[in-house]
């Protein structure tokens, strides 16, 4: 089983719309949450953390943790064409001393004009 | 947000010889540094965490001799990629976590850099 699964996608939505991503996570332990945003070619670039269970809202960004169903979530309202990217889940593994990431692969978002 | 400046952005270079990547942060000191790998639609790989002034971890699989780490301050770790072969191009980023914030869990991620090797 995979550590951290996200669906590939591309997920295609029409811009003002509510994009909804998701992520799931092997390890019952994991502490940290983290939505990542990266478009082709580029570094990631952090959008929200989350680390307890509930909603976590920043702007247009909302991130949904349920640490019973090891499920994270990142929703984006008024979708826009540059919201168009890859999306990273990542998770911090349970017991490191320091900021030890496993990612995801990514869902790929498209939001058309 | 803390800044970490990673060169050179892009790379080509000829089979067998080798590439150094730096990685700087450039208004925090950062006593650890990461090391991740992307090859195209795969996600981010980790290679190593790099310790300024002690010897690299390594992630499984990951040969040391041939990804040599170097953190020699608390803002600059190196990568080199040694006898370079055309499977070890990829897509490599650092990251850095700021020192002065023990329990941040964010990490500041640098522009990356396409190696490519002919």
């Known amino acids: 089983q995979k550590e951290v699964e996200q669906n590939s996608g591309p997920l295609s939505v029409p811009e003002g719309a509510i994009a909804s991503l998701n992520c799931t996570y092997s390890?019952?332990?994991?502490?940290?949450f983290f939505w990542y945003r990266q478009y082709s070619g580029k570094s990631p670039e952090l959008i929200m953390f989350?680390?307890?269970?509930g909603d976590k809202e920043d702007g247009r960004f909302t991130a949904q943790l349920n640490k019973a169903s090891q499920y994270v979530s990142l929703l984006i309202r008024d979708s826009q064409p540059s919201d168009s990217a890859t999306y990273l889940c990542?998770?911090?593994?349970?017991?490191?001393?320091?900021?030890?990431?496993?990612f995801g692969k990514g869902t790929m978002l498209l939001v058309s004009p | 947000g803390a800044v970490v400046s990673q060169h050179p952005s892009w790379v080509i270079c000829k089979s067998g010889t080798s590439v150094k990547i730096e990685c700087r942060s450039l208004?925090?000191?950062?006593?650890?540094m990461f090391w991740y790998r992307q090859f195209p639609k795969q996600s981010l790989m980790l290679m190593a965490t790099s310790n300024e002034g002690s010897k690299a971890t390594y992630e499984q699989g990951v040969e040391k001799d041939k990804f040599l780490i170097n953190h020699a301050s608390l803002t600059l770790s190196t990568l080199t990629v040694t006898s370079a072969h055309p499977e070890d191009s990829s897509f490599y980023i650092c990251s850095a976590r700021d020192r002065g914030s023990q329990y941040n869990e964010k990490l500041f991620f640098g522009s990356g850099t396409q190696l490519s090797v002919l």
């Open positions: 990542a998770v911090k593994r349970r017991g490191s001393g320091y900021s030890t990431l496993t």
């Open positions: 989350i680390y307890s269970n």
């Open positions: 390890d019952r332990g994991s502490q940290s």
């Open positions: 208004d925090f000191q950062a006593t650890t």
